[in-house]
């Protein structure tokens, strides 16, 4: 019998999968359990599927404990009878069912995920003799007969699977790590954690829901190579994060930065990794005392939720089919996180900016669970009132949120304490502490100490292209395999230009349709001192 690869107390405490996502059955009713299956096979909102557990009594929502239970005759019935049930909805679909053990007694979880073969329609009562099919969907906690605007909606989602859904046909399962599997179901509390010795791959990612295909050509499914390969920038190009740091601000010295190495790995290693960086190197506490009072007042540059919330949304709304890294600029005064592309164009921009942002489809679904798992997230729709509430109560300013017209980015500043701005001139690296402030030198070796020590990789290569002659900025672009212009220009060009290393062909038309870079004798001169090191 298969292992439910999630514990099976996440589904009975309400800690990991939202309560939309549930529904307990104290007794085996196929009405009702089939609508709710139909329900949440059409995902009509991109959350995951849910889950549904029989033979548990529930109180507003929540699992009375213990549980009743169900005997093994009640349960030898249901599977029998869910085979030809299944065959009724149309088209067919059959849910996945583990049989668990709970306070002494067993139950039936059935697990069903998004279908790939939505929408799906069942009869209104699956038991009766003259059947009429309808389509249904969740509503808040309810399945339901979707009105006439949400029908025509539910079937435009025909074939529109999530990216993170989706099969891979560049993969194998020699591409998933068996370790990486196993550090999850352990850390989970996953009963799968104690057959993966015993068990054949495939078969615990088909029980993962992490692989579909034929059984001789099965393929990992997008979101399996996101969490458990070790090589995801083969599938998924420039998933990364990038941090830079600015000591004096970006728009007061631009080519005074320093850029991390960039952090690499499955998505939820990267988020931790990068949480790590800012934690040891970027985070500072202040603690005040205070007259004739006995609590001192303690408050953060920045709150570690908020941060974490805004790096997890980053990584987690992240398009996966876009070769953008996640960009994280740190300045004295604010933290600015940049992923791509944008939100959904069903979020006003006056509502995003304000920070009203109310997702009602999640680019991927599956990632947003098995982070939740992680306890790297509290859930869907939660992260920005996370953010605004940490830092209204650490005494910060709101954080802006942003983006532009054709969504093809998302932005979220993060605003220092007043009380922690100043010059970042120290900052903690690989363990060392590393001035970032330079000495006074000539106005050439400042060019060279910002060519040779902090200058990105490719603005070198883009100098290299335009030895060839003038290129505009989608050609620039397209050679170092970047797409979005607005923050490409600010991040590669604009440095060079101010660097005097390159110039536009015409000056001060820097919107012109004509507008091509070229080289400079400096940058020239730069370029070849560059190679002859």
Known sequence: MPTLPIAIEHLLGDSVIESNRIEFKEGWNPKSIYRTICAFANDFDNIGGGYIVIGVQEVNGRAVRPVVGLDINQIDRIQREMVNFNKLIDPEYFPKVFIEEVDNNKVIVLWISGGSNRPYRVPDDV?????????????????????????????????????????????????????????????????????????????????????????????????????????????????????????????????????????????????????????????????????????????????????????????????????????????????????????????????????????????????????????????????????????????????????????SYFLIEIPSHPDFIQELSIISLNGQNTNIAKEETSPQNDVLSALFNILLPKSIYILEQLLSGPLDKNEIFYRIKVSNQTYSKKRFLDPLIDLNLIEMTIKNKPRCRNQKYRITDEGKHILHSYKSR
């Open 127 to 407: 038991k009766a003799k003259e059947k009429h099919c309808n389509y249904y969907i969740r509503y808040n906690s309810s399945s339901i007969v979707p009105n006439r605007n949400q029908e025509i909606d539910l079937i435009s989602l025909s074939n529109q699977i999530p990216f993170d859904d989706r099969a891979n046909s560049n993969a194998s399962l020699d591409d998933i790590s068996m370790v990486l599997i196993r550090d999850f179901l352990v850390e989970t509390n996953s009963k799968l954690a104690a057959h993966i010795e015993s068990t054949k791959l495939s078969d615990i990612l088909q029980q993962m829901d992490l692989v579909c295909g034929s059984p001789e050509r099965l393929l990992p499914k997008n979101i399996a190579l996101m969490l458990f390969s070790n090589k995801i920038e083969k599938f998924f190009p420039c998933t990364q994060v990038d941090i830079v740091i600015y000591p004096k601000g970006k728009e007061r010295d631009p080519s005074n930065f320093m850029e991390i190495a960039p952090i690499i790995g499955p998505v939820h290693m990267m988020i931790r990794a990068t949480m790590e960086y800012l934690k040891t190197n970027i985070i500072k506490e202040k603690i005040i005392k205070l007259p004739d009072q006995a609590e001192a007042k303690k408050f953060f540059n920045y709150p570690y939720q908020a941060l974490e919330e805004a790096v997890v949304n980053a990584l987690y709304h992240r398009n996966y089919q876009e070769r953008e890294p996640v960009e994280i600029s740190i300045e004295p005064d604010n933290i600015t996180i940049i992923s791509y592309n944008g939100p959904d164009r069903s979020i006003k921009l006056e509502d995003l900016r304000k920070g009203n942002i109310k997702a009602r489809r999640y680019r991927n679904r599956k990632l947003g669970d098995f982070l939740k798992e992680l306890d790297l997230t509290e859930g869907r729709a939660t992260g920005i009132p996370t953010i605004k509430k940490e830092l209204k109560e650490n005494g910060s300013p709101m954080p802006i949120f942003n983006t532009d017209e054709d969504r």
